[in-house]
Antibody, heavy 117, light 107 residues
Framework: EVQLMESGGGLVQPGGSLRLSCATS????????MNWVRQAPQKGLEWISY????????QYADSVKGRFTISRGDARNSLYLQMNNLRDDDTAVYYC??????????WGQGTRVTVSS | EIVLTQSPATLSLSPGERATLSCRAS??????LAWYQQKPGQTPRLLIY???NRATDIPARFSGSGSGTDFTLTISSLEPEDFAVYYC?????????FGPGTRVDIK
């Protein structure tokens, strides 16, 4: 069974940092592009970052560019998101999602990030 | 950035009725459009990819159509479990973007 499980969310002050992880199983992780998608409370979905198989293509939404860094550890079947200089409007549930042709076929359950003083 | 507009914002229908949801792109996205369903408290689920292809295990009552800038998701006969929010998403250019969603409510 294909599974994605996010961790690392929590409460952080504005300007702080967090590192999210997404542990995967049930498929050959190194073959797939992976993404982070977030959803602010009572709001819609926002794609924020993509990393290709092999890490040769990395993309960010403008809202996080320069503050967030996506990476992957193929040996650990894991995806990461380093989030620095967090702002109030980064408060959201963060999902990792496996993509095929940049469409999100498999989603994790999400991890909640709250930025507040 | 390609902006996706979904209409209507809310659709109130009864079980058994047909639902027609629209997604319009600000630029041509060819057929590079997907549809997702999200129920309250749940993770989004891919329904349709590349405008008209049903994802794995998606019932045949869900269908997608369109190309260019105008797309439609049709639910031929609403089941109780179909009342949810539906999002479209384009992959034609970076950044990937989602529409704001259409909520399908029970009338």
């Amino acid at each position: 069974e294909v599974q994605l499980m996010e961790s690392g969310g929590g409460l952080v002050q504005p300007g702080g940092s967090l590192r999210l992880s997404c542990a995967t199983s049930g498929f050959r992780f190194s073959d797939y592009g992976m993404n982070w998608v977030r959803q602010a409370p009572q709001k819609g979905l926002e794609w924020i970052s993509y990393i290709s198989s092999g890490s040769g293509n990395i993309q960010y939404a403008d809202s996080v560019k320069g503050r967030f860094t996506i990476s992957r550890g193929d040996a650990r079947n894991s995806l990461y998101l380093q989030m620095n200089n967090l702002r109030d409007d980064d408060t959201a549930v963060y999902y990792c999602a496996r993509s095929v042709e940049l469409q999100f076929h498999i989603w994790g359950q999400g991890t909640r990030v709250t930025v507040s003083s | 950035e390609i902006v996706l507009t979904q209409s209507p914002a809310t659709l109130s229908l009864s079980p058994g009725e047909r639902a027609t949801l629209s997604c319009r792109a600000s630029q041509i996205v060819r057929g590079y459009l997907a549809w997702y369903q999200q129920k309250p408290g749940q993770t989004p689920r891919l329904l349709i990819y590349d405008a008209s292809n049903r994802a794995t295990d998606i019932p045949a009552r869900f269908s997608g159509s369109g190309s260019g800038t105008d797309f439609t998701l049709t639910i031929s006969s609403l089941e109780p479990e179909d009342f949810a929010v539906y999002y479209c998403q384009q992959r034609a250019s970076w950044p990937l973007t989602f529409g704001p969603g259409t909520r399908v409510d029970i009338k």
